[in-house]
């Protein structure tokens, strides 16, 4: 199912790329990564087909981020507000927590029984939480193969360890990689990331404690610190944080010259270490591999990536 999977995005993709170079065009600006007009919102072709799949294995987690997907959708064409955007991250997250919740399994830390003393205030931050994470991996969606290298990594991992059902997933990944990889040809626009985002946050609600819950969180540390950094940089340099901007660190050390092959190569490497504190299911591994990459970081943010204060 993994390489039927595969095969299906694989060639689906070629074909529908003359459609949406037709219809969805990402034309270059002064905060691209790339220098020609290419389609995007290939995300929606292995969402769509990620999603079928998901009913044939009760993956409903799947199910219920696909409208983000569809939502991504309309916004890669017709560029919806930034209010209709996070709405509707907010009720797609809600909806996760209901899940969750109405399942009431025993087997999961978001059993009812878990929350009975500080309900409504864990319940606010987890619904925060959940919308920041799909914010920061869309955020980070700005150059070839980063966001869709990463994701596949962490779904493989999951599939191995805890989750079968997201192998269809994860060959659908993979064959838009063969398109998307530098130099691209077709990007997944935000209904793809979108969409990751959401069966991410799903995955590590469904974990069976508090601890697995932050060691699956961990899994996107390279993509958190660059966020959650770029964000508090701009805040105290009296920038608009909710205005769009080149000051992620990938997108420096695009500016700096480097290949984004190898920039995607670093967050897939990273993410790929950090996977291995998660199969021997040891947090404190995992936040020490977290520290060396937050050190590569700072080394890379000093030595090679345009600095910060020149834009």
């Known amino acids: 199912i993994f390489f039927f999977s595969f095969f299906l995005t694989l060639i689906s993709t070629k074909l529908l790329m003359p459609i949406l170079s037709k219809y969805s065009l990402d034309i270059p600006n002064q905060r691209s990564s790339h220098f020609k007009s290419k389609p995007t919102g290939a995300g929606i072709i292995f969402s769509t087909y990620s999603c079928i799949f998901g009913l044939f294995s009760n993956n409903f ?33 809600v909806s996760l927590i209901l899940y ?13 029984n878990y929350f009975c003393y500080f309900y409504i205030f864990i ?22 193969g980063l ?28 064959g838009f990689l063969i398109w998307n990889w530098h130099p691209s040809r077709i990007f997944m626009g ?23 819950f932050l060691l699956g969180l961990n899994l996107i540390s390279p993509i958190l610190i660059d966020g959650v950094s770029c964000l508090f940089r701009r805040f105290f340099s009296g920038d608009n944080i909710f205005k769009a901007h080149n000051k992620h660190l990938y997108q420096r050390l695009f ?13 897939i490497s990273s993410t790929a270490l950090l996977c291995l504190s998660y199969f021997y299911s040891n947090l404190t591994l995992g ?7 937050f050190i590569t970081g700072l080394w890379l943010n000093k030595n090679k990536a345009v600095p910060f204060a020149e834009f």
């Open 190 to 212: 935000d209904c793809g990331s979108i969409f990751l985002g959401c069966v991410f946050y799903g995955e590590i609600l469904n974990s069976k404690s508090f601890y697995e």
């Open 255 to 267: 500016q700096a010259g480097i290949s984004p092959k190898y920039i995607s190569s670093i967050y």
């Open 61 to 93: 987690i799947l199910l219920i981020s696909y409208p983000l997907a569809l939502v991504g959708f309309l916004d890669d064409k017709f560029k919806l507000s930034s209010i209709t955007r996070y709405v509707c991250q907010f009720l797609s997250v």
């Open 147 to 174: 966001i869709g290298g990463c994701m596949f990594v962490i779904f493989f991992t999951f599939s191995i360890k805890n989750n079968p059902s997201l192998l269809p997933l994860c060959g659908s990944i993979l």
């Open 287 to 293: 936040l020490l591999i977290t520290l060396f990459i």
């Open 100 to 112: 969750f919740l109405v399942q009431n399994q025993t087997n999961t830390f978001m059993d009812t």
């Open 123 to 144: 319940i606010l931050i987890v619904l925060i939480l959940g919308t920041a994470v799909i914010n920061f991996i869309n955020f980070i969606d700005g150059i070839d």
